[in-house]
């Protein structure tokens, strides 16, 4: 679709043809995603505006861009705390895993944030030793509920013909570090 604008500068007809606005980068689609995935989290998609606020301010503007959320995972990990994610796919079959990070409901309660913070211990994920132990179980969590869904991150993964880059916020960003 193009855009036919009145040129102001225009000394002959007055019209002029101006090219589609440019797509949104990758990095744009991905901090919208980031947010977008909190509407699942009551607190914080209040926090946000509302729903209807979060839905049209950073939802939708994947969705123009081309980018639909195809599958969603919602899990708790522990009590207090759900874990979500989104995957969206473009029509060429490139995909965006976007994981959001903790829940302010469980940041609010000391003591459920002293027991599950982040701390020194490690944990062996996937077969490799050296995680934080409470980032490891964030990406269980998710991953759990993707093998869950399709039997494999193989399976699932061979859903995205295209490329798969990953992204999250906060604790979820570094799931998504360790994912990738």
């Known amino acids: 679709m193009r855009l036919v604008v009145p040129l102001?500068?225009?000394?002959?007809a007055g019209f002029g043809v101006l090219p589609p606005p440019a797509k949104?980068?990758?990095?744009k689609i991905a901090a919208h995603a980031n947010t977008c995935v909190y509407r699942k989290s009551?607190?914080?998609v209040d926090a946000l505006?509302?729903?209807e606020f979060v839905n049209r301010t950073y939802c939708e503007p994947m969705r123009l861009a081309g980018w639909?959320?195809?599958e969603s995972y919602?899990?708790?990990?522990?009590?207090?705390?759900t874990d979500n994610a989104d995957l969206l796919r473009t029509a060429s079959g490139d995909c965006l895993l976007v994981i959001h990070g903790a829940d302010w409901e469980q940041m609010g309660d000391e003591a459920h944030y002293k027991e599950n913070a982040v701390t020194n211990e490690t944990a062996v994920l996937y077969?490799?030793?050296?995680f934080s132990k409470t980032h490891a179980a964030e990406v269980s969590t998710i991953l759990g509920k993707v093998v869950e869904k399709h039997g494999s991150l193989a399976a699932w993964a061979a859903t995205c013909p295209g490329d798969l880059h990953v992204s999250g916020h906060s604790?979820?960003?570094a799931a998504a570090s360790i994912i990738a």
Request: proline share 9%.
């Open 171 to 173: 604790m979820g960003g």
């Open 127 to 130: 077969g490799v030793p050296g």
């Open 42 to 44: 009551p607190y914080l």
């Open 24 to 27: 949104p980068s990758l990095a």
């Open 49 to 51: 505006g509302g729903l």
């Open 68 to 70: 639909d959320i195809v």
């Open 74 to 81: 919602s899990a708790a990990s522990v009590e207090g705390d």
């Open 8 to 12: 102001l500068a225009a000394s002959v």
